[in-house]
Nanobody, 115 residues
Framework: QVQLVESGGGLVQAGGALRLSCAASGSIGSISRMGWYRQAPGKQRELVARIFSGTVTNYADSVKGRFTISRDNAKNTLYLQMNSLKPEDTAVYYC?????????WGQGTQVTVSS
């Protein structure tokens, strides 16, 4: 079992920045991949960024160059640094972990970008 708790969401003006955090606990030693997803009202949940064991990362085209995913193994925490935010980035952001082929999700944190 893995528990994921997100924090860091909020309201920001367009062009601003936020950093999301995801604290992991439980059987974290077996996490093979972690990532951030988002879901806007009326839309499907979509991948934002993910990080594999080590430092391999990939990003959605819409956030490349603006968002950075990172993982601090000592603190068991995943981060998403979001810069140059746009109104279309408004969504609930979810932390995800893949553990022994099982998916774990956090409760989500709201990010709202005003124009």
């Amino acid at each position: 079992q893995v528990q994921l708790v997100e924090s860091g969401g909020g309201l920001v003006q367009a062009g601003g920045a936020l950093r999301l955090s995801c604290a992991a606990s439980g059987s974290i030693g077996s996490i093979s991949r972690m990532g951030w997803y988002r879901q806007a009202p009326g839309k499907q949940r979509e991948l934002v960024a993910r990080i594999f064991s080590g430092t391999v990362t990939n990003y959605a085209d819409s956030v490349k160059g603006r968002f950075t995913i990172s993982r601090d193994n000592a603190k068991n925490t995943l981060y998403l640094q979001m810069n140059s935010l746009k109104p279309e980035d408004t969504a609930v952001y979810y932390c995800h972990a893949l553990v022994s082929r099982m998916d774990y999700w956090g409760q989500g944190t709201q990010v709202t970008v005003s124009s």
